[in-house]
């Protein structure tokens, strides 16, 4: 049962943390069974969440690294509000770009949360006995790992996605180019948004190709985009019923 | 009489480089302030780790090593050129020599030890660039007069180490036959190398060997003085303090624009707590180097072209015309060029705003293409790479906000998705509620 903040508040109750949903998760149809996978495990813990809803805007991200600052401000300065009109302190958000601008953008604006990726936030519930993973439906296979950007190099998170896929007894199996030397999916920046610039190839096939050779069935990523850049990049490969992209917390949802 | 040209050349070399390193000064000074302040220990740590023990250097092991060579023999072969000047201006032979004794012995034998080293590493590096070709030494932007900068630095290095090698090679003969005024000092390399090269040649002719090597060694050090502050090699200098006043953001955060918080805060209602000078319109994002930060011209400055940044950049790979090296050799040759028009008077520096009211009609777009910044997917690759923490992306983004705050312009792709996020707060036009998907 997903609950937003004005029903939590209409009710006199706070939630233990807020779920970021952000526009792929809100909009696009991939990204939208991710935060359902990502909410059912909330359900299953017992989690107390809840999520803005219509009250939730972009967090200006790509406006800002487009370059139109005033539309960033104008985004972020209404997300600000919101959340401090509701009182939040934790907020944990399944987009590595929603979470970094949260995390590290909104405290200069007058945003102070305490910001955490769905990634950190499963392996801490794996950790304190609240979640356990059963393992098995992907024991013995190949599973490789691609780093984002922005929950990677930019803010320095490797291990916690990494142990998740350990506890699904899983082979990983890791890329030529990972952890801090991660090869971009390329759609950070507002790539997203529009065309490659004229060049020899997409940045995306060039990612999946690489995910590709390592031999592994499925891929798992953290990032809305990720997902879509490489199923766009297997797809431009023909691979697409042999190679899956699963979001970590789909993987953990098959196993509990 | 040579003590009489040698003072007089190194006080010409002294004045004329001095006045090359004051107008890089210059040049880096045509940047905004910048706050760098903080984080005391981290930094000292940093210039101790990153800058003096090149840490980040070592995730290319085989280079690290070969640049490890002519480091440490650079540094070490400053305590002989101390001892060089010394006996240039008083006409002495190794002036050292009687004082330290063994000690003495065992630095002149060090850093033979490490010139060769550093003569297998030179030769590496210039198989690298010319013979193997390497990618990241071969791309356009290296074509010209970079190329030819990195190959005269490392000719420079070889004809260094040859003078050195002539003069200590003449030098261990001599000991053996003028013990007065040619002081036992124990040399492992040219014990070996000036016996095999210089055996059965005269006295007046293993002197005047002897000299000529030293002379070489000078002549190169001061050409090698002269040439430094246009070259790519200030890194050797800059790469110190540019570790140093290294940026207190984190990563993921790109700098606040406070005019335009304010602004929308006021368009909403909420009272603005820090009160901004809205008087004076200030310009959006960087279009020139004047509008950068003088952290920024430092980097450009402290960049020695290695490539790393853009050997990793998503962009670049995919053949796109970005390369984040590029970009830092534009803001570069800019402010050189800016700087050189302001000294000739062509330009002018208005001191309150660090403006220069700049003649030619050109700015930073005059170099960089809007291709060029339109590629980057801001993923810190380059970041990340350099060893000197220099940072392109800053650059690239400060460059986006120009075209889109300042000259209201951007790829055509981005006007649609700023039109949605402005109407309906989603980076696509939406036909549902942003909730409808809790109950599908």
Redesign the interface.
């Known amino acids: 049962m997903i609950k937003t903040m004005s029903e939590f508040a209409a009710s006199g109750e706070q939630p233990e943390v807020l779920y970021w949903v952000g526009c792929a998760g809100s909009f696009d149809a991939r990204a939208q069974k991710v935060a359902k996978a990502f909410c059912q495990i909330l359900d299953h813990v017992g989690i107390k969440y809840a999520v803005l809803g219509q009250e939730e805007k972009c967090t200006g991200d790509p406006a800002r690294r487009a370059g139109n600052e005033f539309v960033f401000q104008m985004l972020a300065i209404q997300n600000i509000e919101t959340l401090n009109n509701y009182n939040i302190k934790s907020i944990v958000t399944a987009c590595p770009h929603c979470f970094n601008t949260l995390k590290n953008e909104y405290p200069a604006l007058g945003g102070n949360y305490h910001v955490v990726h769905h990634s950190q936030y499963l392996q801490q519930l794996i950790e304190s006995g609240q979640l356990k993973v059963e393992g098995g439906s992907f024991k013995g296979k190949k599973i490789t790992y691609h780093d984002s950007c922005y929950l990677g190099r930019i803010n320095g998170e490797y291990t916690a996605p990494r142990e998740l896929i350990a506890t699904l007894d899983a082979d990983l199996t890791e890329m030529k180019r990972s952890k801090a030397n991660g090869l971009c999916c390329g759609a950070g920046g507002a790539q997203m948004f529009k065309e490659d610039e004229a060049g020899d190839k997409r940045i995306n096939t060039e990612r999946a190709e690489e995910a590709v050779a390592t031999g592994a069935q499925a891929i798992a990523a953290n990032c809305p985009w990720c997902i879509t850049m490489l199923t766009d990049g297997l797809k431009a490969m023909d691979k697409q019923e042999s190679v899956m992209v699963y979001d970590i917390s789909e993987l953990i949802l098959q196993n509990i | 009489m040579a003590s009489i040209i040698f003072i007089l050349l190194a006080s010409a070399v002294f004045y004329f480089a001095f006045k090359a390193f004051y107008a890089v000064y210059q040049n880096i000074n045509l940047g905004k302030p910048y706050e760098w302040k903080g984080q005391p220990k981290g930094r000292i740590k940093d210039l101790l780790l990153i800058a003096l023990g090149r840490k980040k250097m070592f995730d290319r092991p085989l280079a690290a090593f070969m640049h490890l060579f002519i480091y440490v023999a650079f540094l070490l072969t400053q305590l002989e050129l101390l001892e060089i000047l010394i006996d240039g201006i008083f006409g002495t032979h190794r002036f050292l020599a009687p004082f330290l004794g063994s000690f003495y012995s065992f630095i002149i034998g060090l850093i033979e030890v490490l010139s060769l080293l550093a003569f297998v590493a030179t030769l590496i590096f210039l198989s690298r660039r010319n013979l193997l070709k390497l990618p990241r030494f071969t791309k356009a932007e290296l074509l010209g007069w970079p190329s030819t900068d990195a190959n005269l630095i490392l000719l420079g290095e070889i004809l260094l180490i040859f003078g050195i090698f002539t003069m200590n090679g003449a030098d261990h003969l001599l000991q053996r036959i003028d013990p007065a005024h040619y002081p036992q000092v124990h040399l492992p390399v040219s014990s070996i190398l000036g016996p095999l090269l210089f055996h059965g040649l005269d006295t007046t002719t293993l002197e005047f060997l002897e000299r000529w090597g030293w002379w070489q060694h000078v002549i190169v050090v001061f050409g090698f003085i002269l040439y430094l502050p246009y070259s790519k090699h200030l890194h050797i200098f800059l790469a110190f303090p540019n570790v140093y006043f290294r940026d207190p953001r984190?990563?993921?955060?790109?700098e606040?624009?406070p005019a335009?918080?304010n602004?929308?805060?006021s368009?909403?209602g909420?009272a603005v707590s820090d009160n901004v000078d809205t008087e004076e319109i200030p310009v959006?994002?960087a279009g020139d180097v004047t509008d950068l930060s003088w952290k920024n011209l430092l980097d450009a400055y402290t960049c020695t072209e290695c490539g790393r940044c853009t050997s990793?950049c998503?962009?670049n790979?995919?053949?796109?015309?970005?390369s984040p090296r590029k970009i830092m050799m534009d803001v570069r040759d800019r402010a050189t060029e800016l700087g050189s028009q302001i000294a000739k008077g062509t330009s002018t520096n208005n001191d309150e705003g660090k403006k220069a009211i700049i003649s030619d009609g050109k700015n930073l777009f005059s170099y960089i293409s809007r291709?060029e910044i339109?590629?980057?997917?801001?993923?810190?690759?380059c970041v990340?790479a350099c060893p000197v923490l220099i940072n392109p992306l800053d650059i690239i983004?400060q460059?986006?906000?120009?075209?889109?705050?300042t000259e209201s312009q951007?790829?055509?792709?981005?006007t649609p998705?700023?039109t949605s996020?402005?109407n309906q707060?989603?980076?696509?036009q939406?036909p549902?509620?942003?909730?409808?998907?809790?109950h599908?």
């Open positions: 984190s990563r993921g955060e790109m606040n624009m335009i918080m602004e929308v805060k368009m909403f909420i959006f994002g990793v998503p962009a790979l995919t053949g796109k015309k970005l291709e339109r590629a980057c997917t801001s993923c810190n690759a990340e983004l460059m986006r906000r120009y075209e889109v705050l951007t790829a055509e792709a981005w998705m700023f996020l402005e707060g989603c980076v696509w939406v549902q509620e942003r909730d409808a998907w809790i599908s």
